[in-house]
């Protein structure tokens, strides 16, 4: 049986957490680790090992993945 490999990405990851932030799933405040919810298990590997090469820890913090963020409505 042939498994195709998912790759992500540190842009999808972001990605991905905007939209959760930003839908109210999750909050900017709470461990990256968090994330796991809503990406599959079989893929949570990967997301692991893209953000671990890219020096983040599963308890930072969401909002230092998300970096700094600008609002037009401010």
């Known amino acids: 049986m042939i498994q195709a490999t998912v790759q ?10 905007r939209t959760l932030v930003s839908r ?9 680790y968090v994330l796991c919810q ?7 590997n990967c997301v692991e090992v ?12 969401i909002g230092e ?3 700094h963020e600008e609002w037009n409505n401010d």
């Open 8 to 17: 992500y990405s540190l842009d999808s990851i972001k990605e991905e957490a």
């Open 24 to 32: 109210g799933r999750v909050s900017r405040h709470q461990p990256i």
């Open 38 to 44: 809503y990406i599959p298990a079989r893929e949570w």
């Open 50 to 61: 893209e953000l671990e090469r890219c020096d983040f820890l599963l308890r930072d913090c």
């Open 65 to 67: 993945l998300l970096g």
